[in-house]
């Protein structure tokens, strides 16, 4: 079997086994060995990638293609290029982690398990499809368990903010799927089949009109899930009420759905929409970036700290890739990367916190580094990463972004690019800003001077986050170069 196959078949095998289970013990052990195995194949696709490349320069490789539907030409079409790597990667490590910190779950583990492997299989799906059709499937596979994830396992108005979130991304979905639908009936202009088919479609010239009415459904359709502004109000509300794991797959993981989506279907094969309404969406975008900025300081609660900052995080992101140069591009790669790693961490720890003082509110605490000095620790250096120091993944991917974006010699683009760059101001207040109330301020309550340390499982989630956002900051030059070999075709197809 073909091994971006095994990313599916792995945890399908992982959730079967997890169907029999009778015990937390087992529902736990399975979920590790079958979460271990993917992380094993993750890192072994990266060095097979690299092998692959020194022989074979396309655009994909470890291609796959078994015809599903005859009459509407849909296949099981699977590739990869280092974009798609580098977020398996990335996937793999962060389920991982959010199933040690999961460790300790009560209520119902056998079906919280099966419900987050379940979500990793439609995001696997996605990022290794090359079918239109077949990516859409894997869309919604990764979205619907997130009902189930917030509204039974969740916290607070959990029942509200599922529902908010599955309404609101499934109203994307069907906006995206017009998109997708619109993409695939124009792909036959040059007499051949209509297909659903990525290479294939890139090959073709779309009419242009067309593509000025389906670009803005696609964009904004697979955007949604990356919180783009206004359409982002379903993420912190989702965050707030979602447990730990769920927090940490949904920001680090699921809403990396938005930009691949955008950067592999939208501006790939709509490279004319792409140019004729990429102002538009530029405003948007940096308009998120200030918002969630200037949201994440009026905020107490640090889940929704960190989702406001991960809507100014994205936003940077929808913002790098309309760029539409190599460098910006790198940087929108590299950003989704490392946001991954950091708003997963910071979920993990917020969930640690959150487990030892029964609150979330920074203006209730005080002095943790002193009674829980690991994991303080580790919250200051992901929240330098953050605010882009360098040395750290945040570094690296904003430097990429900023120096990309003011290539351009149009103002228009000029000012919005200072416009984004003063978001980083912005997130530094309120990283400090926690940093020296929650951890370095004075003791607020006698019984935190009690509070227990991280655990193995707990210590072990951290390490598995906290080395790639230190790795990538030290040494991004290996991961950069699967970005800069892969966004390639694209500039090559829209530019």
Known sequence: MDILSLFLV???????????????????????????????????????????????????????????????????????????????????????????????????????????????????????????????????????????????????????????????????????????????????????????????????????????????????????????????????DGHASAPTAVSMLHAGVLMKLGGYGVFRVAMYLLPEGTLHWSWVFIILSVVGVIYGAFAAIKQTDLKYINAYSSVSHLGLVLFALLMLNKTSWNGAILQSLSHGFMTALFFALIGMIYERTQTRDVTKLGGLLKTIPFISVTYVITGLASLGLPGLSGFVAEMNIFVGAFQHEDMFYRVATIISVSAIVVTAVYILRVVGIMLMGSIKNNEFLSLSGATWYEKTGILLLLIPIVGIGVAPLWLSDMILKSVKPFIEGVL
């Open 10 to 236: 792995v945890p399908i095998i992982t959730v079967l086994t997890l169907v029999f289970t009778k015990s937390l013990k087992q529902a736990r052990l399975i979920s590790m060995m079958g979460s271990i195995i993917q992380l094993g194949m993750a890192i072994h696709l990266v060095f097979a990638y690299f092998n692959e490349k020194v022989i074979n320069d396309d655009i994909m490789v470890f291609t796959k293609d078994i015809i599903w539907f005859k009459h509407f030409n849909i296949h099981y079409a699977i590739g990869v290029d280092g974009i798609s790597v580098a977020l398996l990667l990335l996937t793999a490590i962060v389920v991982l982690a959010g199933v040690f910190i999961s460790w300790k779950i009560q209520d119902l583990p056998k079906e919280f398990f099966v419900s987050l492997i379940v979500l990793s299989i439609g995001v696997y799906g996605f990022f290794i499809s090359l079918d239109l059709f077949t990516m859409f499937v894997f869309f919604e596979i990764a979205v619907i368990p997130m009902y189930l994830l917030i509204g039974i396992w969740g916290s607070g108005p959990k029942e509200y903010s599922a529902m908010k979130l599955t309404l609101m991304l499934m109203g994307a979905s069907a906006v995206l799927l017009v998109g997708i639908l619109g993409i695939y009936f124009n792909s036959n202009t040059d007499g051949g089949l209509l297909t659903f088919n990525i290479l294939e479609i890139a090959l073709v010239n779309i009419p242009i009109e067309a593509q000025k009415l389906f670009f803005p459904l696609t964009f904004i359709g697979f955007a949604v899930i990356g919180a783009l502004f206004p359409f982002h109000t379903w993420s912190p």
